[in-house]
């Protein structure tokens, strides 16, 4: 079981970016709940948004709320996470997880991704 997580990079303050994440392997997410977690330099990794199996339902860090959104595509097995209007605190290596307990970062999940690096600044 993979997660590939993709579409990091630079973008200065107010921009956009969107992270995908391709689950591979044996079995199909369709049926686990999924999320995106953030470290930032020199801290601990943080909760930033999760999703229901079948997208019914979300949950978002509050710094995070009405700028990004999670979503996700079970025919190709790919989680998504739009950002908008970028902060610098939002500089973090991005990673996706499947089998998440909770949608709202609460628990461990199963599967982790490799990450990808934000980078927001001027």
């Known amino acids: 079981v993979q997660l590939q997580a993709s579409g990091g990079g630079l973008v200065q303050p107010g921009g956009s970016l969107r992270l995908s994440c391709v689950a591979s392997?044996?079995?199909?997410?369709?049926?686990?709940?999924m999320g995106w977690f953030r470290q930032p330099p020199g801290k601990a990794r943080e909760f930033v948004a999760g999703?229901?199996?079948?997208?019914?339902?979300?949950q978002y860090h509050d710094s995070v709320k009405g700028r990004f959104t999670i979503s996700r595509d079970n025919t190709n097995d790919t989680l998504y996470l739009q950002m908008n209007n970028l902060k610098p605190e939002d500089t973090a290596i991005y990673y996706c997880?499947?089998?998440?307990?909770?949608?709202?970062?609460?628990?461990?999940?199963?599967?982790w991704g490799q990450g990808t690096l934000v980078t927001v600044s001027s």
């Open positions: 999703i229901t199996w079948n997208a019914g339902r979300t």
């Open positions: 392997g044996r079995r199909t997410f369709s049926m686990s709940h």
């Open positions: 997880a499947a089998d998440l307990p909770r949608i709202d970062g609460l628990g461990h999940p199963k599967y």
